[in-house]
């Protein structure tokens, strides 16, 4: 599901793979450049200028809990021991492509695949492949919630059980794009930002609350049939009245693919 490009801020692990990558690689830290890390400064001051008032008070938060802060690229061997002591959960570095039924699996064993590659100076405005800024920025401040860290894995595990049922994958799929990608939530002072793929975009921060796209209210039935395309601007978001939907739906599609 997550896409990246190989980077030279990874190296083989010195650990045993688990079963879900093979072989699971770990963040050389010494290879950033001085233009990675300006780079870095660049976007965190950019979003954390433009976030306050548009995030999900659970992001802005877990944003101070995992400690990250303009001074630095994130060094995974400071974020894990964090992440498993707040919520249990910890990052595994991909090189590339990771397929969904094996970032799915991941899920379900509380991993969330990051890449460690940085995009360029040039390219802060747009990217085809998500880079560390998304699944590190965007994913990471959301797994220090409870509620949401937990809906994530039980997403990862029901896929795990479904994952021989035709098509179920796809469905999986949508409602992981439709919610921990490009959600929205709906706070008592206003709308706000969940997803990942829009709190790491400049543009799309400002162009999801605006009044050019569709927003409608959630519902499992509406994601699931909606269809989506990653090298865009989406076109249509579904807004959440409260994050207890998101362990609801997902005992609904459980439910229906039950039947």
Do not use: C
């Not at 991941?106 to 998500?130: C, H, M, N, S």
């Not at 997403?155 to 479904?162: I, K, S």
């Not at 989506?228 to 601007?233: L, P, R, S, V």
């Amino acid at each position: 599901m997550l896409s990246s490009s190989a980077s030279s801020a990874l190296t083989p692990a010195a650990t045993a793979a688990t079963p879900a990558v093979l072989p699971l690689l770990t963040q050389d830290y010494s290879a950033y450049t001085a233009a990675d890390q300006h780079v870095w400064q660049l976007l965190f001051d950019r979003q954390m200028a433009l976030l306050p008032g548009r995030a999900a008070d659970a992001f802005l938060a877990g944003v101070q809990h995992i400690g990250f802060t303009r001074e630095a690229i994130p060094d995974f061997r400071e974020v894990n021991p964090r992440l498993r002591e707040l919520t249990g959960w910890e990052l595994v570095v991909v090189p590339g492509i990771v397929d969904d039924a094996i970032f799915f699996g991941l899920l379900a064993d509380k991993k969330f695949p990051a890449t460690t590659w940085l995009r360029k100076l040039e390219q802060l405005d747009y990217l085809e492949e998500p880079d560390m800024f998304h699944d590190v920025f965007g994913h990471v401040p959301l797994l220090t919630n409870p509620e949401f860290a937990a809906f994530l894995q039980q997403l990862g595990a029901a896929a795990q059980h479904h994952r021989h049922q035709p098509n179920s994958l796809e469905l999986f799929t949508r409602l992981y794009w439709f919610t921990a990608e490009f959600g929205l939530l709906s706070q008592p002072d206003g709308l706000r930002i969940y997803g990942a793929g829009l709190l790491s975009s400049h543009g799309e921060v400002k162009f999801s609350l605006s009044e050019k796209p569709t927003r409608l209210p959630f519902s499992l039935t509406g994601v699931l049939d909606t269809a989506f395309e990653k090298d865009k601007f989406q076109e249509l978001y579904f807004v959440l009245e409260s994050m207890h939907q998101l362990p609801e739906s997902l005992a609904e599609l459980q439910a229906q693919l039950a039947d």
